[in-house]
């Protein structure tokens, strides 16, 4: 079964409206999340990197005030993307390792089944 | 930044068919998973194989770290093997991964 868990899997919305998207590690706990976007027919490029009690990392090229992340949580990490306009239609997706002494292993990623977002 | 390049981009195959499918990074690396993305976009967790060799049913993965590339082979290939099959490393102590570019799989009936 799935041991992360994300949220919505699909949202269509309106262009200015924010969106969040939830991702939990359902069997072990994820000091290290990380996001991904994807778009048609491409591969999944890093967007940051997820970090509880601490800001995130955002890859270069990323606007940090365009994707808010929060690890609120050892198990729980939010993206919102604020103000969405059609070019951030995209498929995002979460990833967590597990970490050392855990249920998982710890350098084995495990993926989210992804959130499809649609900006009208 | 390491570079992974997977080869070939498009593969078709006739079912019951083998294949090879390959992956060239640049440095040296601390983690290698091989994924295969269904249809509806989940990543499943094929092998994480940074070093040797493994296998699992009809599929094994090969990865020559001193080399710096890893293969997947597909045995006796059926309609549900098609997809995206992507090969993503790590070589830093953050655990990123840095995803190849995907060889799309079609295998006919």
């Known amino acids: 079964g799935a041991v992360v868990s994300q949220h919505p899997s699909r949202v269509i919305c309106k262009s200015g409206t924010s969106v969040k998207i939830e991702c939990r590690s359902l069997?072990?706990?994820?000091?290290?999340m990380f996001w991904y976007r994807q778009f048609p027919k491409q591969s999944l490029m890093l967007m940051a990197t997820?970090?509880?009690?601490?800001?995130?990392?955002?890859e270069q090229g990323v606007e940090k005030d365009k994707f808010l992340i929060n690890h609120a949580s050892l198990t729980l990490s939010t993206l919102t993307v604020t103000s969405a306009h059609p070019e951030d239609s995209s498929f995002y997706i979460c990833?967590?390792?597990?970490?050392?002494?855990?249920?998982?292993?710890?350098?084995?990623?495990?993926f989210g089944a992804g959130t499809r977002l649609s900006v009208l | 930044g390491i570079q992974v390049e997977q080869s070939p981009p498009d593969l078709i195959l006739q079912e019951g068919a083998n294949s090879t499918l390959r992956c060239n990074f640049s440095?040296?690396?601390?983690?290698l998973q091989w994924f295969h993305q269904n249809p509806w976009g989940q990543l499943i967790n094929l092998f994480y194989?940074?070093?040797g060799t493994k296998q699992n049913g009809r599929l094994s993965a090969t990865t020559v770290a001193t080399e710096r590339y890893s293969l997947l082979y597909i045995s006796s290939s059926q309609t549900t093997d098609s997809g995206v099959y992507f090969c993503?490393?790590?070589?830093?102590?953050?655990?990123?991964?840095?995803f190849g570019q995907g060889t799309t799989l079609q295998v006919k009936p």
């Open positions: 990833s967590a390792h597990g970490t050392s002494g855990g249920p998982r292993a710890k350098n084995i990623q495990y």
């Open positions: 069997d072990f706990q994820a000091t290290t």
């Open positions: 997820s970090n509880e009690g601490s800001k995130a990392t955002y």
């Open positions: 440095d040296s690396v601390n983690n």
């Open positions: 194989i940074p070093s």
């Open positions: 993503a490393v790590s070589s830093s102590n953050t655990g990123k991964l840095i």
